[in-house]
Every structure is written in C-alpha cells, then in structure tokens.
C-alpha cells in the first residue's frame, strides 16, 4: 500500500519535488528511513523504466506489421494497376485488330497499340513517335525540339539498385534516334518521364548473369548508373544490338554534319581559266595542305569512334589501367600527327575524360577513403597518377594518406601500463610505418627523382609528429630521468632501423628533442642539488655503521658497479665504513645521473650535461671546503680531510673518465675542477684551510 500510495503521489500533476524532500527530511528519524524511502523511489524508477520498455518495444512490433501490411498493400494496388492498365490496352488495340486495311506497327512498337486514321499521312515511326509520346506525359516537347526525331524501339524492363541489386521498379524505355527516354507509371495507365539521356554521354555494359540476377545490363552516364533487366535473354539481345547500332548511327551523323559545317564554312576552290584547258596557277591560300593532313590520320577506326565511350566504361568499373592503356595507344596512334579540327575534337573529347579519371584517381588517394591495407593499398592510384603525367599531384596526395594513416594508428594507442612499453609500441607502429612508406615511395617514384626532396620534407613533418606524442608521455608525464633515458634509447635504436634504406633521420629526433632532454637534465639537477644541500645541513661528519655483512655487501656491490675500485680501504671491522653518509649518498646520486645523462647524450647536449655536472660537483666541494675551515675539532678534522680525499682522488677521478669514454672527447673542465679543488695541506694551528 504505500509503494501504491507513493506512485501516486510522484504521478500526481502538482508533485513539487524540492517541498516534497524537505518535507520527508523534517519527518524522518533518521538516515536509516531516508535510505529505505530513497530505496523505493528506485525500486519505483526501475519498474517505470522496465514498463517503458516493454511498451516501446511492443509499439516498434506493432509498426513493423503495419509496415508489412502497407506495403503488401502497395504491391496488390500496383498489380491492379497493371492489369487493369493492359485490359485498357488489349480493348484500344481491338478496333484496330478489326480492320484489315490498317498498317501494321514497327517490329519495336509493340507495347503501345495504335490507332492510325487514313488522313493522317508521313512514314510509320514518325506516327509512332507521335502517339506514343502523347501518352508520356512531360514528353511532349521532345517533338518541337526534334522534328526529325525518330522511335527506333521500346519496351517493359524491370530496374534494380546499382550496389544492392534490389528491385527498385517497372519501367518502360524508349530508344529514339537521338535519346534514351526512361519513363514510369503515371496516372490513368499511361507513363511519366522520369529520365532523359542523350546516346552521346551513355555507356552500354552487359552485366554477366549471376542467379538470381540474370538478363541484365548497365546504362552508364556521369555521374550515375541505372541497371534494367529485360524479361528473357533474347529481349536482352535485341536490346543491346540495337543501343549499340543507334550509338554508331548517331555518331556517324554526328560526324557527316560536322563535314558538313566544315564544308560550308570553307572558300569554294579556284576556276580553271576559260581560255585554255590547262588548270590555272595554283591559289597559295587553299586549303589542300590541310585537306592532305587531314587524311594522313585515319579516325574512322573503330577503337577511335568507341574511344570516349570505352573511357567512360573503364571509368564506371574502376578499371583505371585499361582506361590509362587506351589513352597511351591513342597518344602513341597520333603521335605527331597535324593537329586538325578533327583531331582537336577528339582530344577535347579524351580530355574531359582524363579529368575525370583524374578526379577518381585523387579520390581514391584522398585520407577519406579507408586507410587500411597499408602503403601498398594507394600503389595502383598511384601508378596511374604518374602514367598520366601527375607525378607531382600523386606524390602530394601519396605522402597526405600515408601522414594520415600514421597519425590515426597513433592515436588509436592505448596509453595502459607503464611509460617504457608504450613507448615500444609507439616506436613500432611510427618507425615500422614510416619504413614501409619509404620502401613503396622509392618504389612508386623510381623514375621520378625530383619528389624526393618532398619525401624528405615530409619525413621531418612525420617525426614531429611523433615526437610531439613522445614528449607528451615521457616528458610532459615527469616521468624520471632514467624512465626518460630508456625511452629515448629506444626511439635511437629504432631510428637507425631507417639506415638500411638510406634514410638518416637521427639528427632531425635529436633536433626535436633537445629542448626537452635539457629541460629533464636540469631539472634532475636541480634535484640533486637541492638534496645535496639538504643533506650537508644535517651533516654531523661520522662514520657509516652498516650494522650487517649484508647490508655491507650491498653497499660494495654499488660502489663497484660506480666504478669506484678502491672502496675497500675505507672499510673498517664489524661492518663500519670510514666514510661519511652524505659523501656517499652523493657519489651515488651523481654517478647514477651521470649514467642516465650520457643515455641521452648527443652533440647539441655536451655543454648542458657537463655544465650540470660541475654544478653537482661545486656543492659537495664547497661543502667539504667549508667544514675543513670551520671544524676546530682534530679528530673529526681529519676524518673531512679522509672524506675530502675520497671525494678529489676518487669520485671525481671516476667521474671524469666515465664522461670521457662516454662521449669519446676530454672533459677540460672536470679536469680543471680537479686540479683546482686538490688539497693543500693546511697549518693545524690554523683555522684557514685551501682547498
């Protein structure tokens, strides 16, 4: 009763929620009523959102058989339709069968029966035409913009999708002299135009059976495709046969007219003198030289007159090679011929097909297509690109898909666990990458050298943008100096892999990552310093007390791997070391920086690394410096003094040794600080002390 109770006072239409929980806040007793009140507030909400759901999906189920049941009924009235618009057609052509003295129609004019009077005079397609194009309605102008317009032949075919072979609709086409007409059911069984094309800028294809698909073909135009199916394979034929020979036709009598404008246009040719029957002297502005060069290139071969449509066949099926090879044999076929009027109409013709083959080929190339398959996936828009003479163009779009593919598995990276293996990960999707481009651009543009210069400088574009997410993880983090040091070997040893083919890339990763290498350098350093003085404030000059063997051995073990070989004489019985812990702590501390520095040591660093080391080293020093003056204590004077030893003889010896072998050169300023930090002996009267 009182979840009932409560639903409906949330259901209620003047439900305030603020007053309603700043009522139940005054009347509860405690947290443990709120908790069970807000328990059935969710309980409520989840039941409300389960009977939602259950209503939603009951409506979609409801929708989806209304759907079904409409269009059912769509396909019944459409059925009806067709077989009351063929009664229509069987009771018009009755009269006609009737009268033995009526005309019988074209072999291809079958779908309309006609109705012919005996005054109504002129050839039989013409008064086809007419008739039929009354019944299309939107067509009627088609007879003023063409009075020479003839039917050549028509039929039903059934249109499907382009890409899904779905059945779309039932068509009926109309193949004039001149034009394809494509036309639908209209009202009162007659048709509506929905489409015109033109026999110059459609293509024919024959589309191979694959069941259930079968007697199919393809009507080609720019920018779209239509396929139809004919109602059995000889229809199919027919069809094809005769779109065929209405293309060649219309080119012909494209061709004769243009002759015939030629001819036209052209001066009449020189009368031979009346007086004699010798030819008169030859007029030098004829045009017989040009007639002459007209007829030293043939254009009356078939390949040539089929030239433009087979482009736009090549085209529509992304058959880019076949499209290219035809427009090498029609260059090498020219070659260098006189360029005629004729000669000039063809090549505009074969250029606006270049241009769009062109516009493919860079589509094909640009980042939005899919960036899968890797460098070799753009090799055959490539190779087209440059037979076509686009090598410039194809380089660009080349290096632009590859900078995108490369930038998109970047980002695809998941940043999980630790810094060091998303770097490996990094540095193989980058470096692995960036090699395979490399291999298929010297492969693409073998013979092109001049687009190497952009290989290049689309490679230090690629590498900033590699370091720029290299930075971002192991400098921008504040990882550490030896995480930052691992990571940067890395990225070396990868960059080297890029040796084998020729490409040195190792000066521009240095040149990116200079400025934060040094800005990890220093702040490492100042660390360092920061707890070296820290530790020389509480520095009370006693030996170390190791307390075990164990911890002794340790102690051995990482002066050792320090480099410092003499550590044993200062190691006292039962586990003491005559050192202090702040001279130890620091030589560790500064040949631990020392190793990790020199894992990013190049050229452009080697004053930054060894201004920071004399900087370490001049805090221990001056330390050591000032305790040996201060001190008036002899004991514990002398025990700095031992310290002080350790630390000039020792340490620093080490230190600069292991800089000069690490960087290959000598290091004239450890060398100075040395020399310049020696001890002197010191008058034990006194409190002055040189060091």
């Known amino acids: 009763m009182a979840d009932v109770r409560l639903r409906r006072q949330l259901e209620s239409g003047g439900f305030e929620p603020r007053a309603y929980v700043q009522r139940l806040s005054q009347q509860s007793d405690g947290d443990r009523d ?26 979609y189920r409801q929708f989806i058989r209304t759907a079904r049941e409409i269009s059912y009924l769509e396909s019944e009235m459409y059925q009806l339709s067709h077989i009351l618009t063929e009664q229509k057609g069987i009771l018009e052509a009755l009269p006609a069968a009737l009268r033995p003295d009526l005309d019988e129609l074209p072999p291809g004019v079958a779908a309309f029966p006609l109705r012919e009077s005996e005054e109504t005079p002129g050839p039989q397609p013409q008064r086809a035409l007419t008739t039929l194009l009354e019944r299309v309605e939107g067509a009627e102008h088609l007879l003023r913009d063409s009075p020479g317009r003839q039917l050549l032949y028509n ?54 059976d694959h069941p259930p698909a079968k007697d199919m073909f393809k009507i080609l135009t720019c920018p779209e495709s239509r396929i139809f199916q004919a109602e059995n394979a000889k229809v199919k034929k027919e069809w094809l046969e005769v779109l065929d020979e209405a293309k060649k036709n219309r080119a012909r009598s494209e061709k004769r007219r243009k002759e015939e404008e030629v001819a036209a246009m052209a001066p009449p040719p020189p009368r031979s003198p009346e007086n004699t029957g010798k030819e008169g002297p030859r007029n030098p502005f004829d045009d017989n030289d040009d007639a002459q060069e007209e007829e030293a290139v043939d254009l009356e071969l078939d390949w040539i007159l089929e030239l433009p449509e ?41 250029e606006d097909r270049v241009r769009r083959l062109t516009e493919v080929l860079v589509f094909e190339l640009s980042p939005d297509r899919s960036l899968r398959g890797g460098p070799k996936a753009t090799r055959r828009a490539v190779s087209q690109l440059i037979r076509l003479g686009q090598s410039t163009k194809a380089c660009e779009l080349f290096l632009k898909n590859r900078a995108t593919a490369m930038h998109t598995a970047i980002r695809q990276l998941r940043i999980e666990g630790a810094t060091l293996l998303y770097i490996h990960k990094l540095c193989n999707v980058f470096f692995t990458g960036l090699l395979e481009t490399a291999k298929e651009f010297e492969m693409d543009f073998a013979g092109n050298s001049g687009c190497y210069s952009a290989f ?103 002066m050792r791997s320090c480099g410092v ?83 000039y003889e020792t340490v620093l010896v080490v230190v600069e040794k292991r800089f000069e072998d690490g960087v290959g050169k000598p290091a004239k300023q450890l060398h100075e600080l040395r020399n310049a930090s020696r001890m002197i002996r010191v008058n034990p009267e006194s409190t002055m002390s040189v060091v």
């Open 565 to 647: 070989g003499n550590f044993e004489q200062y190691v006292a019985e039962d586990c003491w070391v005559n050192l202090s812990y702040t001279v130890v702590a620091f030589t560790k501390q500064t040949m631990a920086f020392l190793e990790e520095a020199l894992k990013l040591y190049f050229p452009e660093l080697h004053m930054i690394l060894l201004e920071s080391l004399v900087e370490i080293i001049l805090v221990a020093v001056q330390h050591v410096d000032y305790s040996l003056r201060c001190e008036q204590e002899s004991e514990k004077k002398n025990f700095i003094r031992q310290n002080a030893s350790f630390l």
């Open 310 to 350: 087979d482009l736009d066949v090549c085209i529509a099926q992304r058959d880019f090679e076949g499209a290219v090879d035809l427009l090498d044999k029609l260059n090498a076929y020219l070659g260098d011929a006189p360029l005629t009027q004729r000669v000039k109409e063809l090549r505009a013709k074969v």
């Open 155 to 208: 039929g039903d075919l059934q249109e499907y999708e382009a890409d899904q072979a779905a059945h779309l609709q039932k068509v009926h086409v109309f193949l004039l002299s001149d034009c394809l007409l494509v036309a639908v059911s209209g009202r009162r069984g007659g048709y509506r135009l929905d489409a015109r094309y033109r026999l110059d800028d459609l293509a024919v294809v024959n589309v191979k």
């Open 34 to 59: 709120l908790q069970e009140h807000r328990q059935r507030v969710q309980t409520l909400a989840d039941e409300t959102a389960q009977s939602l759901k259950r209503n939603v999906y009951q409506n």
């Open 456 to 558: 290049i400088v689309w490679s230090r574009s690629a590498m900033r943008m590699f370091v720029d997410a290299f930075s971002k993880q192991v400098f921008d983090s504040k990882e550490s100096l030896s995480t930052a040091a691992e990571c940067v070997k890395v990225a070396k040893e990868h960059c080297k892999q890029l040796s084998e083919i020729g490409l040195d890339l190792t000066f521009i990763l240095h040149v990116l990552l200079v400025k934060d290498i040094k800005y990890a350098l220093q702040s490492y350093k100042d660390i360092i310093i920061e707890a070296t003085k820290h530790r020389n404030s509480e520095e009370m000059w006693r030996r170390m007390n190791l307390m075990t063997p164990e911890a002794l051995g340790k102690l051995r073990e990482e």
